[in-house]
């Protein structure tokens, strides 16, 4: 079993950039895909990027998200660029052991997640 844990949320004006970390521990993340997803209050959970397992490829909400992992961090991270006050929320991140690719937009299909880091753009 894999626990994951966020960091690197804040507060940034629009047009900002952060970078989130998803910390691994447990198992090796690589065996994993992984996403992130997040949850503006009121909203349902929404897809925002996706890592498969052993190839890596790579898919996204929109071309300001960039995800990417270093194994020797056990850790993925999430760059957010050029961010505007719609992608406040909660991000977490998720991990799954064998996922359709069909499936990775689905928070459903996801076996392990983190607590969530907030994100806070002002406008």
């Not at 970078?19 to 897809?47: I, N």
């Not at 996204?60 to 194994?71: C, G, K, L, M």
């Amino acid at each position: 079993q894999v626990q994951l844990v966020e960091s690197g949320g804040g507060l940034v004006q629009a047009g900002g950039s952060l970078r989130l970390a998803c910390a691994a521990s447990g198992r090796t993340l690589r065996d994993y895909s992984v996403g992130w997803f997040r949850q503006a209050p009121g909203k349902e959970r929404e897809f925002v990027a996706h890592i498969r397992r052993n190839v890596g490829n790579t898919y996204y909400r929109d071309s300001r998200f960039t995800i990417a992992r270093d194994n020797a961090k056990n850790t993925v991270y999430l760059q957010m660029n050029s961010l505007e006050p719609e992608d406040t929320g909660v991000y977490y991140c998720a991990a799954a052991s064998g996922m359709l690719l069909s499936s990775i937009r689905n928070p459903n299909q996801y076996n392990y997640w983190g607590q969530g880091t907030q994100v806070t753009v002002s406008s």
